[in-house]
């Protein structure tokens, strides 16, 4: 798996080797261009190596991993790896910038060496010696590491073995040991016998581990009688489309040698016709387990005609882009066990002799917390509870306390690791540096999409793919990674896009084995007062209980470093590390008590992340104008009033967060503050995310410089400004996400702007008369992609749904004192997809009606301060998807017609009442 770190080494020497990087090293060491030349087609060997081992790393698979002598080459690859990689980051930063070349050295002669040609010359000669030692491993490779051209011990061959071993298990599973899956089955039983004549295709989809196979042959054991003819399959990821249909045809004709002798000795041409013409006339029944590709699907089904004799098809997969190939609205989707089945299963797999396999008393406590550690995942429990069966008490503990070092080392749980192994090895190796990195935060993380995107791009995972930005790349792997079961998605926003996603423990624990095995990074908990141990180059810091204090070796590699515990009392650790990883690329700090950041910060020139979200900070130093190579500056939350000059020369900066809060809630008009940016704001012209600027004369005359910019909030407008702010927002095509607030409320804003890509507009200040009306942005023709609208102290006198009512595709509408007028009606056919739906501080309305048919989709409806509201809103009953309906801030009068209110009986409401 140094596949990985091989990657991203290359990647680099890509970059240091682009036209762009050697023009500006040639201008710059002119007088030594031949040692110039000379050192890039060193650079561009040592490149060309790489990538051929990389390639042959791509085919090896995970039984490698116990070969004791290929792990001890793999170790030296990625040493030498790791060495390139600091050689090119050396190289970039000596080439990069304006650095001192003036004489520094005094040598014997009197003759005194630039310090640039010192560092060069050094440079060189580290590369030479690493293309000397690619040649001298590539040779050991060869005498002494078993290669792969083996065709007993081929990888492809290996791999089948496994995944069919695994399917095996499944299929013979007793009907004993599914629990929990009655409605899947019922489900699934249904669709197999729905007496509809159309070919239909059925798709199971899971993570590995879940029980799709199981299920599959337990339906298809009770079911096949009911077809002509049916046939199993498994399929994995590497299979042979004609041992496949040779296969089924074998299944097919069980009973015909002549046929069985024939297929034997078939091309894949006179399969296919075989098969096609066998089935054509047939009802039949056909599994296809463990399908990973829509490739494979395709090819396999060309085969499969659809002959309206009422013939099924089921695919048991764990990818989401093959379930999606499923007929409509064939895809039974396969969750964790809840808690008490997961109980269920494991005391029938521990306690097999006891009649009603109940636990005993006195292993109650250590079984629940087992059970939970398993996560809901059967398979997990079948073997744990295997394992525990006729155990004494004392063994019950010691699983328990190292279930984990059980899951990754015992031998009885191979099964469970090729679970993982089986979706890590075929992953792109983009995806592989993804999903490891994930495993470095604690169990249960939640994940946050923009934020893990900035991390995943800081860190170099993304590629360039055609005009897609480097953050919408991340997010396109991300995606993937869910699709494949790999990650879970957690939670939406109210217009579908990915919000929060989280990874599963058992997976995680597998994961950060191969990844604390592959030096890709650790993770650190002050447990137990441990000492800090570190041989990878990330190390994310979960709770520590007090301040890092003893020495670390190895803290010259560093690259990333994540606190992850915002109750530290201190932090000491960071002048250390700005000191000693100068090649660290990540410091996310944020929530930590740090008050001052050294000087020494502007020597991490191979910083891309820098994270300081609510700390104590109040002055970045000035050398920060020297981090040439940053990409997000997060200083939200932080005390600092006032950046330094030198910030706009940070010519690569994508993400700015400045913003300050001085009041928790935002129903004020002033609660947040932006940042005053120095002269030279127009030089930013990389920044997608500008969070925020505090409008000025000077920053709101370069804003529309910013063409990417795809998040954008202002403070502190005046209205005047607004015609200068409409001409800058015209120019960025990109923007998705704009809010703008106004320095008190009796200034009007009025924002004559077309953006089509607009999703996302929060207003917080006096509207224009006739703005909802006049306005593009509010049209439905240039508002036809806003989903989330946020209007605060508007002050409007007229109704404004009629005209928001344009807004089709609205899902989330939130007003805070944005009207003065006494009623508000939606009426039939409004808002069609609105989810959320808040009213706040409307101090004047009286009569809130809902009629049929209106916001047909609403989930959410919080009625917050509506002090003038004397009956519960007519047609609410009509609400019928609602999950959440709050009346906050109320009188005792109002609670008291609420729970009189017949309209809300057997509806679940909350309220609070007002101070």
């Given amino acids: 798996m140094a596949e990985i770190v091989i990657l991203l080494t290359i990647k680099k020497i890509g970059s240091a080797l682009a036209s762009g990087a050697a023009d500006q090293a040639s201008a710059q060491f002119a007088k030594y261009g031949t040692r110039l030349i000379e050192l890039q087609g060193s650079m561009g060997r040592v490149a060309r190596e790489l990538r051929v081992i990389h390639d042959v790393l791509c085919q090896m698979d995970i039984r490698n991993q116990n070969n004791q002598v290929y792990e001890g080459w793999l170790e030296e690859v990625r040493k030498v790896a790791h060495v390139m990689e600091d050689m090119v980051d050396e190289y970039l930063y000596l080439v990069g910038g304006k650095h001192d070349i003036g004489c520094c050295f005094y040598m014997k002669k009197g003759f005194r060496k630039p310090r640039s040609l010192l560092s060069l010359k050094r440079i060189a000669f580290k590369v030479k010696e690493i293309e000397k030692d690619l040649t001298h491993l590539s040779e050991t490779k060869k005498r002494w590491v078993c290669m792969i051209n083996n065709e007993d011990t081929s990888s492809s061959s290996y791999i089948v073995k496994r995944s069919q071993d695994l399917a ?48 599959a042959a337990n339906v298809y054991r009770k079911e096949r009688a009911k077809f002509q003819c049916h046939a199993w399959v498994s399929i994995s990821q590497t299979y042979s489309r004609e041992d496949v249909f040779r296969h089924i045809i074998k299944e097919l004709f069980k009973d015909k040698v002549s046929a069985l002798f024939n297929a034997a000795a078939m091309d894949i041409t006179s399969l296919e016709e075989t098969l096609k013409g066998y089935l054509e006339q047939k009802k039949y029944l056909i599994i296809l387990d463990d399908v990973w590709t829509p490739e494979a699907f395709d090819d396999l089904c060309r085969v499969l005609i659809h002959n309206d004799k009422g013939s099924k098809l089921i695919i048991t997969t764990r990818e989401g882009n093959v379930a999606a190939l499923a007929s409509r609205g064939h895809v039974l989707t396969l969750e964790a066990l809840p808690e008490d089945k997961a109980w269920d299963l494991f005391c029938k797999k521990a306690f097999p002799r006891d009649i009603n396999h109940e636990c005993p008393a006195q292993l109650n406590p250590l079984c629940g917390e087992i059970v939970s550690k398993c996560k809901g995942l059967p398979l997990v429990i079948v073997l744990v509870g295997g394992l525990l069966r006729e155990k004494t008490i004392e063994e019950w503990r010691r699983i328990n306390v190292q279930l984990s070092w059980e899951l990754i080392n015992n031998s009885r749980f191979d099964h469970i690791r090729n679970v993982l192994h089986l979706s890590y090895i075929y992953l792109p190796t983009q995806l592989k540096s993804c999903f490891l990195y994930c495993s470095l935060f604690p169990e249960d993380y939640i994940f946050k999409r923009k934020q893990l995107v900035r991390l995943w791009t800081a860190e170099g995972f993304s590629e360039e793919r055609g005009e897609s930005t480097l953050e919408e790349v991340a997010e396109g792997y991300l995606k993937e990674l869910i699709d494949r079961n790999l990650l879970q998605l957690f939670k939406r926003n109210s217009f579908g896009r990915m919000k929060k996603f989280r990874m599963h423990d058992i997976l995680r624990e597998l994961a950060l084995d191969l990844c604390q095995k592959d030096c890709f990074g650790v993770t650190y908990e002050d447990k137990y007062g441990e000492s800090l141990q570190m041989d990878g180059r990330r190390l994310v810091l979960h709770k520590l209980q007090r301040d890092i204090q003893q020495p670390i070796s190895s ?87 006032e950046l330094p000059s030198g910030i706009v020369k940070l010519k690569k900066l994508r993400h700015l967060f400045v913003e300050n809060f001085f009041y928790v809630d935002r129903r004020e008009i002033q609660c947040c503050t932006g940042m005053r940016i120095p002269n030279g704001l127009g030089n930013l012209t990389h920044l997608q995310t500008l969070q925020a600027l505090e409008a000025q004369d000077e920053s709101i005359r370069h804003l529309g410089e910013l063409r990417q910019l795809r998040s954008l909030r202002l403070w502190n407008v005046k209205g005047i400004y607004c015609g200068r702010i409409s001409e800058s927002l015209i120019r960025m095509q990109y923007l998705s996400y704009l809010d703008v607030n106004a320095c008190d409320e009796n200034e009007v804003l009025l924002l004559n702007v077309l953006n089509p890509d607009l999703q996302k507009l929060c207003l917080t200040g006096r509207l224009a008369e006739g703005a909802l009306d006049e306005s593009p942005i509010f049209q439905a023709f240039g508002g036809q992609n806003l989903c989330s609208l946020a209007l605060s102290w508007s002050h409007l ?102 729970r009189q209110c017949s309209a809300i009986q057997g509806t679940q409401w909350q309220y609070s009442l007002r101070d």
């Fill in 168 to 215: 095996n298990i499944s299929r013979s599973l007793d009907e004993e040991d599914l629990v929990g899956v009655d409605k899947n089955r019922e489900k699934l039983e249904q669709w197999l016998a729905d007496g509809d004549l159309e070919h239909s295709v059925i798709a199971l989809l899971g993570m590995g581990g879940l029980g799709k196979t199981a299920l």
């Fill in 555 to 641: 803290i010259h590699r560093f690259r990333t470093v994540i606190t992850l515990d915002d109750s530290m009392p201190s932090f000491t650790l960071l002048p250390l590390l700005c000191n000693k990883s100068r090649y660290m690329a990540v410091l996310e700090l944020s929530g930590l008590p740090i008050k001052k950041i050294p000087d020494a910060i502007g020597d991490l020139f191979n910083l891309r992340h820098l994270g300081l979200r609510n700390s104590e900070v109040k002055m970045l130093p000035k050398t920060v104008e020297k981090l040439s190579n940053l990409l997000t500056l997060d200083l939200h939350g932080c005390d600092i009033q």
């Fill in 797 to 898: 006198r007229e109704d404004p749904l009629p005209s928001l009512s344009r807004l089709s595709n609205l899902t989330r509408l939130q007003f805070t004192r944005a009207y003065n007028g006494q009623q508000l009606a939606f009426l039939t056919g409004w808002f069609p997809k609105l989810k959320i739906l808040s009213l706040r501080d409307l101090t004047n309305l009286s009569r809130l009606e809902i009629q049929q048919g209106a916001t047909a989709s609403l989930e959410k409806l919080a009625l917050v301060n509506l002090n003038s509201m004397t009956e519960v809103p007519p047609g609410i009953e009509f609400l019928t998807p609602l999950r959440f309906l709050g009346f906050l801030e109320i009188t005792g009068d109002f609670l008291m017609l609420l």
